[in-house]
């Protein structure tokens, strides 16, 4: 049954994250229009919002303030919109669909595709180190640091540049973990973390529980991804079904086979799920999160 108070929190934390792109983002009317058109074109009206929700539900466990939320979530969702916009250019994936909409190359042109991920990933780090009044700045260089490091060559670059030289290679079980804690499992697991820092400082055994969760919940996340990749259909998922079957890419279902990876999307949430036993009803959202993440349809 349908979890009622957790959908309202969703629904109203996807709402604020409308607004605050919407005043974070440049304004279409200012020039370079095209770009800023592309900006916000890819950027509003479009996703889960998965990862501002892990930002929200974590900096709730640590009672940081909604403003600081709300621009930290945004910085991490850009970093997220500016690789999906690169992810779809024909160089990398080569797709026409994303969130339900003609993709960034295809609705404008290549070269703004390029420059519309560039400009919102510079924009991301623009968002997350000007001064925010409840975050001390040291804690803010750590927020700094910590996206850096889960969008670079050690995170989700780095694993994208794995993905694409596995196409139609056999990756072994680890391999294909490797791959995706860095290309998924980076930006997730930044998510919580950042959250978390914008609240108080939490203990070391309290972080690292919380580092663990994170870990296991973004592995979670890919192999449902996996999973609806063959099981859904493209208009209920936004973005082109079964690509990844076509492409010849090793995922958990092509290696373990669909009940099997079904099992092991369980089992890395009841992992996930453990890690957050210490920390009370302060952790309720988490936990549903990690519920909507493993039951998701799309
Ligand atoms: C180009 C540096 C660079 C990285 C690209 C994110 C990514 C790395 C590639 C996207 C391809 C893909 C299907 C990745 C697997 C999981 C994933 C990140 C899916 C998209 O995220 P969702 O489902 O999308 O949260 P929405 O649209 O809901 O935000």
């Known amino acids: 049954m349908a979890n009622e108070p957790f959908i309202g929190w969703m629904t109203a934390i996807q709402q604020d994250m409308e607004t605050a792109l919407d005043a974070y983002l440049p304004s279409a009317d200012c020039a370079p229009q095209t770009l800023h058109q592309a900006i916000r074109y890819v950027a509003l009206e479009g996703g889960k919002r998965v990862r501002p929700l892990l930002v929200f539900a974590a900096g709730e466990l640590a009672g940081a303030t909604p403003a600081a939320l709300a621009r930290i979530a ?43 991920g560039d400009a919102l990933q510079t924009l991301a780090f623009d968002l997350i180190s000007s001064p925010m009044d409840d975050i001390a700045p040291a804690a803010q260089l750590r927020m700094v640091h910590t996206l850096a490091r889960a969008a670079g060559h050690a995170g989700m670059a780095g694993g994208q540049a794995i993905d694409l030289a596995s196409v139609g ?17 980076a930006l997730i697991r930044a998510a919580v973390l950042l959250g978390a820092m914008a609240g108080r400082p939490l203990s070391a055994d309290e972080n690292a529980r919380l580092d663990a969760f994170a870990k296991r919940i973004g592995l979670a996340f890919q192999v449902v991804d996996d999973i609806l990749d063959c099981e859904a259909d493209s208009a209920t998922l936004g973005k082109t079904a079964g690509k990844d079957a076509a492409n010849d890419k090793p995922t958990y279902v ?13 089992e890395l949430h009841d992992q996930a799920m453990s890690e957050l036993a210490g920390f009370g009803s302060s952790a309720e959202r988490l936990k549903q999160l990690a519920d909507y993440i493993v039951a998701r349809s799309f």
């Open 74 to 116: 945004s910085a991490l969702e850009m970093i997220h919109v500016y690789s999906l916009v690169h992810d779809d250019m024909p160089c990398m994936d080569d797709d026409v669909l994303r969130r339900g909409k003609p993709t960034c190359h295809v609705a404008y042109d290549e070269a703004t595709a390029l420059l519309t």
């Open 169 to 185: 290679q056999p990756l072994s079980l680890p391999e294909l973990e490797f791959m995706h804690m860095l290309k998924t499992g």
């Open 254 to 266: 092509s290696l373990l086979g669909l009940a099997e990876a079904k099992r092991f999307a369980r």
